[in-house]
């Protein structure tokens, strides 16, 4: 059983940077695909982006290619969204989440974190 806890949400003004942290424990971590989603009232959750195993492998939503990078410490079990330029819409709670492989969907994921509030303010 993997736990994933994030941190590093806030309220940012538009424009603003913030960098997410995702601590993993309970499992290798190494072996598992590391995504961020995001949620926001009345939507559905949809990808941010992903990592593969290595680290190697990147995938990014249109909406915030340029402007977030994911990154993943397989020595330390963390993975990071570092995101700049923050738009209002970015307005989110910001979930990390595991599995076998770093693709787009919610259902390729097995493990999910509580989530982190994302506010970005015009």
């Known amino acids: 059983q993997v736990q994933l806890v994030e941190s590093g949400g806030g309220l940012v003004q538009a424009g603003g940077s913030l960098r997410l942290s995702c601590a993993a424990s309970g499992g290798i971590f190494s072996n598992y695909a590391m995504g961020w989603f995001r949620q926001a009232p009345g939507k559905e959750r949809e990808i941010v982006a992903a990592?593969?195993?290595?680290?190697?492998?990147?995938y990014y939503a249109d909406s915030v290619k340029g402007r977030f990078a994911i990154s993943r410490d397989n020595a330390k079990n963390m993975v990071y969204l570092q995101m700049n330029s923050l738009k209002p819409e970015d307005t989110a709670i910001y979930y990390c989440?595991?599995?076998?492989?770093?693709?787009?969907?919610?259902?390729?994921?097995?493990?999910w974190g509580q989530g982190t509030q994302v506010t970005v303010s015009s």
């Open positions: 989440a595991a599995g076998p492989s770093q693709g787009p969907s919610r259902s390729e994921y097995n493990y």
């Open positions: 990592i593969s195993r290595s680290g190697i492998t990147l």
